[in-house]
């Protein structure tokens, strides 16, 4: 069993910033990427960012540039720094670990285990 934990979320104002942490424990893949997505209420859930086991990157166009993922491999960590947030940014911001970062980058496959989420709101 894993389990992902994810903190750091809250409200900002447009401009601001948020650093998204999340931590797995349990069975975890010998090999595994990480990533975050995000789901606005009325909308459908997002990619947000990923990083393969190696360390390759992948985001969303909408957030490249102004978001940054990160992992720690011994603590199994992955962080999501969001800098110059806007209202769109606005959503519940969910961890996620799974085997293939193809896989992640196509969109072929879903993760295998998710966090519960952590709130993000940026308003002035």
């Known amino acids: 069993q894993v389990r992902l934990v994810e903190s750091g979320g809250g409200s900002v104002q447009p401009g601001g910033s948020l650093r998204l942490s999340c931590a797995a424990s349990?069975?975890?893949?010998?090999?595994?990427?990480m990533a975050w997505f995000r789901q606005a209420p009325g909308k459908g859930r997002e990619k947000v960012a990923g990083?393969?086991?190696?360390?390759?990157?992948n985001y969303l166009d909408s957030v490249e540039g102004r978001f940054a993922i990160s992992r720690e491999y011994a603590n199994k960590s992955v962080f999501l720094q969001m800098d110059s947030l806007q209202p769109e940014d606005s959503a519940m911001y969910y961890c996620?670990?799974?085997?293939?970062?193809?896989?992640?980058?196509?969109?072929?496959?879903?993760?295998?285990?998710w966090g519960q989420g952590t709130q993000v709101t940026v308003s002035s």
């Open positions: 996620a670990i799974g085997g293939s970062f193809f896989d992640f980058v196509a969109g072929l496959k879903e993760p295998a285990y």
């Open positions: 990083i393969s086991a190696g360390g390759t990157t």
């Open positions: 349990g069975d975890t893949p010998s090999r595994y990427y």
